[in-house]
């Protein structure tokens, strides 16, 4: 058998690279998908831990480490709401606690919506009729539903604003566009749990656990 | 640099396979690739395979099956399983279930290690070099517990266990679907202990799981004894006989279950024909459609994994572009067809299920070598990592269907003033509660600085490697300190104890493998000798003097080698011989030939020379 170059050495990254690059990429928010996968097969051929399984201990590890760094970046940078929370999480050193946040002008929209699941699934588990409860939780979840389905195009505005102020001397502009990406991924944590609170109650089911 | 070898460890059958210049093929021992996975503990010693299988009637307390099935297990996971073993389980409060057999105990990786050792024999008698370096497989579904252990039996085999290689991604390799530049592939694995789905997505020769999911206490086994159930149920009811209660009634009936339904496989209608203790008979006709009511239900249960997994990987039946069958009990017509209706497509059938894991994994090993170069498997953990939190709480770490290798960092600190020590505990499962997930292991974590509370940061990083496998590491952030981790597992093995069942091992690998593989060629080259004689003596009139002598000298040359121990001069001789008489062997064919058409039988022909 041809001795085929199985010390393909490869070199640690330095401690602290970022998801951006270890990517090879700019910390931007817009990010061609398709070019993000073939930059992770790539870089799997060359770090996977199988293209060094003979090779010796140190070179493993190095392997090992460059492949679940790369292989975390590929899924977190993949994922557009994924990518926006790590990038604030980024761009504040590590230390951007980001809430659920409702949205305020919705207050008397919550207050109605969480009397009404309450109720159905009190009417729900005592065996009452619930068909006009049912259709109430329906017609309130309606804003909830419209504003969720909004949620990804407001994302795509704020990825083209943080895109067009790459300078750091813009540090008051990036930092209004990254307060915005935190409320929106707030506002987005808050939704997707006031949906699935909906989808529940219309099922009977107990209120899901906080996350 | 020596054969990596690519070995599916089975719960009822296990195969070694390797990659050649032609492909990749399994090793074969009298044109029989499967050995068995049975373990006798007799007088003589163990026996494996084959001829460990008679005694599961003969001896059924000391003949041990499908242990695939008690890896990483305690003796509390295995308690259900006890009354449907022949064989007697022990280790109560050990962590680790032991198997009563041969007058000792033995923890399931001894057990497997027997098996393995078996194919490793086998491979090395057949491709005439030691092999120390493997590939196993294991269902996708297996938690760190019982990859750990699978690992430790390969140990304790002497193989350096290089990659686990989940079977179904193992399967995909086989089928050479990478000659597809794009495609989304499900593989449905249905063996004897165990069931697996996979969803992968084939891009340019990287084949990358999207999900996975399972049951690792389903399989073609559950089907035997549904219908030993009703077997035993029966003859209960007609002869007041509880054959359940006795080994070799348990042994017999499954036996017989087994064989029923292997044979509905191709008939529409089998029988069972039992003669019973105190010679009254048991006589049963199962027909196809009895058997497909009966074992609906248990194949109904590897649906919900399918469409868990099509979920969890984004995708509806739809966008499957094709479905691959992998394990024996995909030979059953009523999964083909509960597959095919639930995928809307009638999937692929061609590679041997028994074999195209073992293939797989010997593709596997290839790549690991250095070789297929174009591929590379991309797999997943099929379970969350999670670490107890206060109240008893799991905060997720790793998310199941996560690509592996992979890693997560999480910070600790100290509760009280100069407190140096931090307890951990790491579990597996994707509930909320850490009772209601899959302990995997406690550790300690040490040497922290004497610092008031809440001052020290240690910073423990999981690191799930491409095996599925947890490593951990820990960095006191304030000081630099390595803080010390020794991880205990929670069902498994210490590293001391594999190692004290690695070096107790040798005394059973008695047969010294050297002396195995001598003991091999010799008969291989004394049958090749005798028949190149047999052929001279027959044949010799169509050879010219100098051939004949070549042929004779070579004969000669391997009988001699033959009486020593010279393994490589053996084969050297063995060689040579096969050179010489290669000619002949085609001179003699068209001899035939030419004596067949012209109107006279090969012997007739022979006996006229």
Redesign the interface.
């Known amino acids: ?1 041809d001795q ?3 010390t393909n050495e490869i070199a640690p990254f330095p401690r602290g690279t970022d998801f951006f690059a270890a990517m090879g990429l700019p910390r931007r928010l817009i990010v061609d998908e398709r070019a993000l ?1 073939s930059t992770f ?1 790539d870089l ?2 060359r770090f ?4 060094h ?2 090779a010796g201990p140190k070179a493993r590890i190095v392997s ?2 460059n ?3 790369i ?2 970046a ?2 977190t940078l993949r994922d557009p709401w994924e990518r926006a929370a790590y990038l604030v999480d980024l761009e504040s050193g590590g230390h951007a606690d980001i809430a659920s946040r409702p949205p305020t002008e919705m207050f008397e929209e919550i207050l109605e919506l969480q009397e009404l699941t309450g109720d159905l699934r009190m009417a729900l588990a005592s065996g009452a009729p619930a068909d006009g409860l049912r259709a109430d939780v329906l017609r309130a979840a309606e804003p909830f539903r419209k504003a969720h389905s909004s949620l990804d195009a407001r994302l795509a505005d704020l990825f083209g604003k943080w895109d067009s102020v790459p300078n750091p001397r813009e540090g008051a502009a990036r930092a209004a566009v990254l307060t915005m990406l935190k409320e929106l991924i707030g506002e987005r944590r808050y939704l997707l749990r006031v949906i699935a609170d909906i989808d529940s109650s219309l099922e009977g089911k107990p209120a899901p ?1 906080e996350v | 640099m020596s054969r990596i070898v690519g070995i599916d460890l089975g719960t009822t059958n296990s195969l070694v396979a390797v990659m050649t210049p032609g492909g990749p093929g399994v090793i074969s021992r009298d044109g029989q690739a499967i050995v068995p996975s049975i373990v006798h503990f007799g007088p003589e010693g163990p026996a494996v395979g084959e001829s460990a299988r008679r005694f599961s009637t003969e001896d059924p307390e000391n003949t041990v099956y499908s242990v695939k099935r008690l890896m990483g297990k305690s003796l509390e996971d295995a308690a259900p399983e006890q009354s449907l073993l022949p064989y007697k389980l022990g280790g109560a409060g050990s962590g680790v279930v032991r198997i009563q057999a041969g007058g000792r105990e033995w923890t399931p990786p001894e057990i497997s290690a027997f098996i393995l050792r078996e194919l490793k024999a086998r491979a090395e008698s057949a491709l005439g070099e030691p092999i120390t370096q493997a590939v196993i497989t294991v269902p996708a579904y297996f938690n760190d517990a019982q990859r750990q252990a699978t690992k430790d039996a390969g140990r304790i085999a002497g193989l350096d266990v290089l990659r686990l290689v989940n079977e179904p991604t193992a399967a995909s390799l086989a089928y050479g679907l990478n000659r597809r530049k794009e495609a989304t592939i499900a593989v449905y694995d249905f063996g004897g202990g165990t069931f697996d789905i996979s969803i992968l997505h084939l891009n340019d020769g990287i084949f990358e799981v999207k999900a996975t999911a399972g049951d690792t206490h389903l399989g073609g086994d559950d089907i035997d004894r549904m219908l030993a159930e009703v077997f035993f149920r029966e003859i209960e009811d007609a002869h007041g006989l509880r054959l359940k209660d006795s080994a070799e009634g348990l042994e017999t009936v499954r036996l017989a279950a087994e064989g029923v339904k292997r044979a509905l496989t191709d008939a529409g209608s089998a029988a069972v024909e039992l003669t019973l203790p105190g010679g009254g008979a048991y006589e049963r006709v199962l027909t196809r459609a009895e058997f497909n009511e009966r074992a609906r239900p248990i194949v109904e249960r590897t649906l919900e994994p399918c469409r868990a997994a099509l979920k969890d990987a984004g995708l509806d039946v739809f966008q499957v572009d094709e479905v691959v069958m992998v394990g024996g009990s995909t030979r059953v017509p009523l999964v083909r067809d509960m597959v095919a209706d639930l995928f809307q497509r009638v999937p692929h059938t061609e590679v041997d299920p028994d074999q195209v894991v073992a293939i797989g994994a010997a593709v596997q090993a290839d790549i690991l070598s250095g070789g297929s170069a174009d591929l590379l498997l991309l797999d997943v953990t099929p379970l969350s990592l999670g670490i107890e939190t206060m109240g008893g709480a799991v905060e997720k770490i790793i998310f199941r269907n996560s690509t592996i290798p992979t890693s997560a960092m999480q910070d600790f600190t100290t509760g009280v003033d100069n407190q140096t020590a931090v307890d951990v505990h790491v579990l597996q499962g994707e509930r909320e509660l850490a009772k209601d997930c899959r302990s995997l292991a406690r550790f300690q974590l040490r040497g922290i600085p004497p610092l008031p509370a809440g001052i020290p940061l240690v910073r423990v990083t999981f690191m799930l490697d491409a095996n599925g496998i947890l490593q951990v590491f820990a960095e006191e952030q304030r000081t630099g300190q390595q803080a010390s981790v020794e991880v205990k597992p929670s069902y498994g093995l210490t590293e001391n104890e594999v190692d004290r069942m690695v070096e107790e091992s040798f005394e059973f690998a008695e047969e010294d493998i050297r002396a195995r593989i001598l003991v091999d060629t010799r008969v291989e080259a004394q049958a090749i000798a005798a028949a190149a004689r047999a052929r001279v003596r027959d044949f010799g009139y169509l050879l010219d003097v100098h051939e004949k002598a070549a042929i004779e000298n070579a004969v000669a040359a391997t009988d001699v080698a033959c009486q020593g121990d010279n393994f490589a001069l053996i084969r050297e001789r063995m060689e040579n011989l096969d050179a010489a008489t290669r000619p002949f062997a085609e001179r003699i064919l068209n001899e035939a030939i030419r004596r067949e058409l012209s109107g006279k039988t090969l012997e007739e022909a022979t006996k006229e020379g």
Not at chain 1, 48 to 51: A, G, I, Y
Request: aromatic content about 4%; hydrophobic content about 30%.
């Open positions: 058998m085929v170059t199985l996968e097969h799997s051929r996977h831990p199988d293209r399984a003979t090992l480490e492949t679940a760094l292989t975390k590929y899924r656990r």
